[in-house]
């Protein structure tokens, strides 16, 4: 019997899943987690709308885990899919779910967060009669978790690596202020244009499933540290790191230059912070600078931000937007930015949108800013002189 008469009978389930929730929950605090989560959630709705091109149903079972959420659907017959075969045409939805919810992911809580939540969609079957159906479900996703794709992207990364390496495009940094002065730029990587992995989210995602994260983190660092003599007197470029890539001693010399701030992308356990306090000070001999990236208002961060004493904390995309929401969410971070101020800390608010949202994080206390409204990212030639 065809894929579509068998499923009129029983739907299948578009399920999407993320990884790391409890570390954003003592990032972010719950508060503003939940409210994240509850944009997230929709946004996925709308998607598996898209995908299906059908009615579907979400289903959240009572005390599961809220990272994960599938909607029941019916396949219907979709001639703007790739391949005669039913099977075929789901796996096109799976592929496409999975891109989405990264591009989603990014958007909801921070480029440099999305990678480590690593947004996963499939399509699973109706499970075997008197299957439970969420641990079935939960069997499908620990299975695909568990693959390392072999696929083109990962080849193409490769070759990426040993050939040109990534682009990397410059995002403004300014003072939030009513005429803000740009202090310097963040380099982000992209893929080379017109490409599978032009976007940073297809580029990270091929890289940690390949096993080519720290490679292309370092390929990331080296092209962005060649355009520090480009920057105008004054100005800095902040360059991301993991505690990976920190763990390459001739990194960690070159990165110790006046003009570099060095933007830790990672959340640290307090042990970790601890152990990375050497290098931290190598970099600060050298004249460089630590940021700490994708900062929430949990304890954890501020926490850490006592132990490694950053120049500047950068508030992620999930408090900046929560910012334009009710008191109680601006309370919440108003106390954060005095706590992190109280440490010597300058605060930037990362993803800013609008002048609304500006003027709301400037009256809280963040001095800095970043996002779209004030400028987006673009090539070194199109920002820094003598392009």
């Known amino acids: 019997m065809p894929l579509e008469s068998q499923s009129a009978a029983e739907p299948h389930r578009l399920v999407f899943d993320l990884l790391g929730l409890e570390l954003l929950r003592g990032v972010h605090g719950p508060m503003i987690l939940e409210t994240a989560l509850m944009n997230f959630r929709a946004r996925l709705e709308g998607l598996a709308l898209r995908l299906t091109g059908t009615d579907i149903v979400a289903e ?10 599938w909607f029941a659907f019916r396949p219907a017959r979709r001639p703007d899919l ?6 075929e045409r789901l796996e096109a939805i799976a592929a496409a779910g999975g891109r989405l919810a990264w591009d989603v992911a990014a958007e909801v809580f921070g480029a440099a967060v999305a990678p480590r939540l690593a947004p996963l969609a499939i399509v699973a079957p109706p499970p075997p009669p008197g299957t439970d159906l969420a641990a079935f479900i939960d069997g499908l996703v620990r299975e695909r978790r568990g693959l390392v794709p072999t696929e083109p992207r990962a080849e193409a ?22 005429e803000p002065v740009v202090l310097g730029y963040e380099a982000l ?5 017109a490409t599978a992995l032009e976007s940073a989210g297809a580029l990270f995602e091929t890289a940690d499933n390949s ?6 983190e370092e390929a990331c660092a080296w092209a962005a540290l060649a355009l520090v003599d480009r920057l105008p007197a004054g100005q800095f470029l902040s360059i991301n790191a993991s505690t990976d890539l920190l763990a390459n001693p001739t990194l960690v010399e070159v990165l110790a230059r006046p003009g570099v701030v060095v933007e830790l992308t990672e959340h640290l356990p307090l042990d970790d912070a601890e152990g990375l ?14 940021a700490l990236d994708d900062t929430g208002c ?5 926490d850490v931000a ?3 004493r950053p120049d500047i904390v950068k508030l992620c995309i999930t408090v900046v937007r929560n910012a334009a929401l009710e008191e109680a969410h601006r309370m919440t971070i108003r106390d954060t930015v005095r706590r992190l101020q109280d440490l010597g800390c300058q605060v930037l608010a990362e993803g800013v949108e609008t002048e609304d949202q500006a003027r709301r994080l400037e009256s809280i206390g963040a001095t800095l800013a970043q996002g779209w409204h004030f400028g987006r990212p673009a090539s070194a030639d199109e920002v820094l002189p003598n392009g």
């Open 60 to 69: 959240q079972p009572p005390g599961r885990d809220p990272a994960r959420l």
């Open 298 to 302: 949990g304890f954890a961060d501020t």
């Open 189 to 193: 990587a992209r893929g080379p244009k």
């Open 306 to 308: 006592a132990i490694l």
């Open 277 to 290: 306090l050497p290098k931290v000070a190598a970099l600060r001999r050298g004249g460089a600078r630590l």
């Open 82 to 87: 790739p391949g005669d075969d039913p099977m």
């Open 211 to 216: 096993g080519q994260r720290v490679a292309l």
């Open 157 to 178: 990364l490769r070759a990426l690596l040993k050939g040109t390496g990534p682009r990397i495009v410059l995002q403004p940094i300014v003072t939030l202020t009513r």
